[in-house]
């Protein structure tokens, strides 16, 4: 997993309970994976098109920080899915726990919108980190 983003829990992104307001989390979550995907891609056109179930483990506050972590799961002719982790870091002991995990699917667009292929050189890049499915290797490995 890499780290893809750090966020200081302020008063200000606290709920209800005094602890980290879920949809804040949340906002962290897709603004770090979006620029994770757009690294990965090599576009700066990728969208949010799906997150997997949330469920937030443990609750966040003021004297944590948000380390938020994602790795590549797989690649689809236009799509990346993302495994993504939010874990709060003690700054007094230094200890993590995750917070919440989910896989976001990212899609790679045109300036239209339009869904658009991801290059093979970038699948291929990642070919020996994630398995792909058999049709989709035949066709990188052709290129």
């Avoid at 966040?60 to 899915?81: D, E, L, M, N």
């Avoid at 239209?112 to 970038?122: E, F, H, K, L, Q």
Wanted: charged share 25%; net charge positive.
């Amino acid at each position: 997993m890499n780290l893809i983003g750090v966020h200081p829990v302020k008063h200000s992104d606290l709920g209800f309970n005094n602890t980290l307001f879920g949809g804040k989390l949340l906002y962290w979550i897709d603004g770090d994976a979006v620029a994770f995907a757009m690294e990965v891609c090599d576009t700066p056109r990728m969208v949010t098109v799906t997150m997997d179930k949330c469920v937030w483990e443990k609750p966040a506050g003021p004297s944590h920080v948000i380390k938020i972590y994602a790795g590549v799961v797989k690649f689809g002719t236009s799509s990346v899915t993302l495994n993504v982790e939010a874990r709060r870091h003690n700054v007094y002991n230094g200890k993590q726990q995750r917070i919440l995990a989910t896989d976001i699917k990212f899609v790679s667009v045109d300036e239209d919108g339009n869904a658009i292929p991801i290059s093979d050189r970038v699948k291929k890049k990642y070919s020996k980190v994630i398995p792909l499915d058999n049709d989709l290797k035949e066709d990188i490995m052709k290129n």
